[in-house]
């Protein structure tokens, strides 16, 4: 995301990075400023965008006690791009809001490639008039957005996203794993699916991967098996029974177990065809 908004002439002010060395090649790349201050980058920029693994990371970088994004933060906007429960989102606006910050959920389902291009699809959520303030910038990043609502609704909308294919992912893989084990063609295979209503989008992007055993990472199992632990609670919470997401978890909590954690999530065919597996 900063490569392509430095080449779209946006000034990419300051990086930071838990991996120092990956922020200070970033930042001498794109003429920016590497810091492992929280503070400082909420110093030297007014817009800043931010990513995460978890509710954790997040509640840290935007502690309300101690140094923070939220030290000195009066009028800056904050870009929270990171796949994380709704109640956190709400949580962080409230934190910003205090110190006069706004905050502006910034969804992506989409992956590294994308971002690069400038091709991610982006579900907004927070304060309208945010967003038009920096709809600008998500211009340049994003083919297509979606404003959903008020804060929380589009981390919710995300959850969604991302269940619904974590379970066609592994849905895939099952298909493809019986198929090879009964001994068919998988490329004739899979142009029956793409050609009939086993088709998904999934398949364009996971089924040669899983053939191949290709799992370059773009999208971790470890990350699929959070992101359908936040539908679960969100289904949880709405009385809604989830088995499907459910099972999909477990076998993405399966592949951590046996070591298989970092692997891209098209990795679960591991799993399901023969004479594969991990420790």
């Known amino acids: 995301m900063a490569r392509r908004l430095n080449d779209e002439g946006v000034n990419v002010s300051v990086v930071y990075d838990i991996q120092k060395k990956v922020a200070n090649a970033l930042a001498k790349e794109v003429g920016a400023t590497a810091t492992a201050s929280l503070a400082k980058v909420t110093e030297l920029a007014d817009v800043i965008i931010t990513v995460v693994t978890d509710d954790k ?11 923070s994004l939220l030290t000195g933060a009066e009028g800056k906007i904050f870009i929270n791009c990171a796949t994380i429960s709704p109640a956190t989102h709400v949580k962080v606006e409230k934190r910003a809001k205090k110190v006069g910050a706004s905050t502006l959920e910034g969804c992506m389902a989409s992956s590294i490639p994308q971002a690069r291009q400038g091709t991610l699809y982006l579900m907004l959520g927070g304060d309208e008039a945010v967003f038009k303030a920096v709809r600008p910038i998500l211009r340049k990043l994003a083919k297509k957005m979606m404003y959903v609502g ?7 909308v995300k959850a969604l996203v991302n269940m619904v294919m974590n379970i066609n992912t592994a849905g895939l893989a099952e298909g493809l794993g ?38 370059e990472c773009y999208f971790s199992a470890a990350h699929a098996a959070k992101d359908s632990g936040i539908a679960l609670k969100l289904g949880k919470k709405a009385g809604i029974a989830l088995p499907l997401a459910a099972a999909t978890k477990a076998q993405y909590d ?11 999530k098209s990795g679960v065919a591991e799993l399901t065809f023969q004479g594969r597996g991990g420790k």
């Open 57 to 67: 990371a997040m509640d840290a970088i935007f502690a309300d006690k101690g140094t």
């Open 150 to 156: 008020a804060t929380g609704e589009a981390a919710k």
């Open 178 to 215: 019986l198929a090879d084990a009964l001994g068919l063609d998988l490329d004739m295979v899979m142009k029956v699916f793409s050609e009939t209503g086993a088709n998904s989008r999934v398949l364009v992007t996971d089924g040669e991967d899983m053939r191949d055993r290709d799992h």
């Open 254 to 264: 399966l592949m951590q177990k046996k070591g298989l954690g970092e692997l891209d």
